[in-house]
């Protein structure tokens, strides 16, 4: 009886462990997929890492294409990897590297339905320290300092439920 009640509250912290440092971001923000959103702006100052997910919601007039970076430049769908017109795409970032998205919508491109996200490496568990001050601080090294508390706001918040599931399990 005891070890099932150990084994479950095994699996809970196994589950909840590797997903405490992934983040979804949800693309345009309230703006979604879209005319008159800047994805160059948007992307400016996050950080993007394997393991997180972007959500593209948007309208019927629109889709998610991934493309090359040719395909990203030229604003040529005609040969992309993925096509998406479901309205809620949800992509996971399994790959280091630049993925490329455009509104394959003739002239949606042009007028800037167009995304390029830099991934890195999956984050550590524990958060690096921060980095010690530099002469001439970047405003990017501000924002990656926000996302980082942000995210251990959010893994506090998930061991936080955790706890209280472990908690119900015990009693
Ligand atoms: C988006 O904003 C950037 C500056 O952040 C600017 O260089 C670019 O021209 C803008 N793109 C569009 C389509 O307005
Ligand atoms: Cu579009």
């Given at each position: 009886?005891?070890?099932?009640?150990?084994?479950?509250?095994?699996?809970?912290?196994?589950?909840?462990?590797?997903?405490?440092l992934?983040?979804?971001f949800?693309?345009?923000?309230?703006?979604?997929?879209?005319?008159?959103?800047?994805?160059?702006?948007?992307v400016?100052?996050?950080?993007?890492?394997?393991?997180?997910?972007?959500?593209?919601?948007?309208?019927?007039?629109?889709?998610?294409f991934?493309v090359?970076?040719a395909?990203?430049d030229?604003?040529?769908g005609s040969?992309?990897?993925?096509?998406?017109?479901?309205?809620?795409?949800?992509?996971?970032?399994?790959?280091?590297g630049?993925?490329?998205?455009?509104?394959?919508t003739p002239?949606?491109?042009?007028?800037?339905?167009?995304?390029?996200?830099p991934?890195?490496?999956?984050s550590?568990?524990?958060?690096?320290?921060?980095?010690?001050?530099?002469?001439?601080?970047?405003?990017?090294?501000?924002?990656?300092?926000?996302?980082?508390?942000?995210?251990?706001?959010?893994?506090?918040?998930?061991?936080?439920?955790?706890?209280?599931?472990?908690?119900?399990?015990?009693?």
């Amino acid at each position: 009886m005891r070890s099932t009640v150990a084994v479950a509250l095994l699996l809970v912290v196994l589950a909840v462990v590797p997903t405490v440092l992934a983040v979804t971001f949800q693309v345009g923000d309230t703006g979604g997929w879209n005319f008159g959103v800047n994805y160059t702006t948007w992307v400016g100052g996050k950080t993007f890492r394997v393991g997180d997910t972007l959500e593209f919601n948007y309208g019927p007039s629109h889709a998610v294409f991934v493309v090359d970076k040719a395909g990203f430049d030229g604003c040529d769908g005609s040969r992309a990897t993925q096509r998406f017109s479901n309205r809620d795409t949800k992509i996971d970032l399994t790959r280091v590297g630049t993925i490329h998205f455009l509104c394959p919508t003739p002239g949606h491109c042009l007028g800037g339905m167009k995304l390029a996200v830099p991934v890195l490496a999956s984050s550590p568990i524990t958060p690096s320290p921060s980095p010690s001050p530099s002469p001439s601080p970047s405003s990017g090294n501000v924002e990656n300092a926000k996302n980082v508390a942000s995210k251990g706001i959010m893994s506090y918040g998930k061991i936080g439920v955790a706890m209280v599931l472990m908690y119900g399990v015990m009693r």
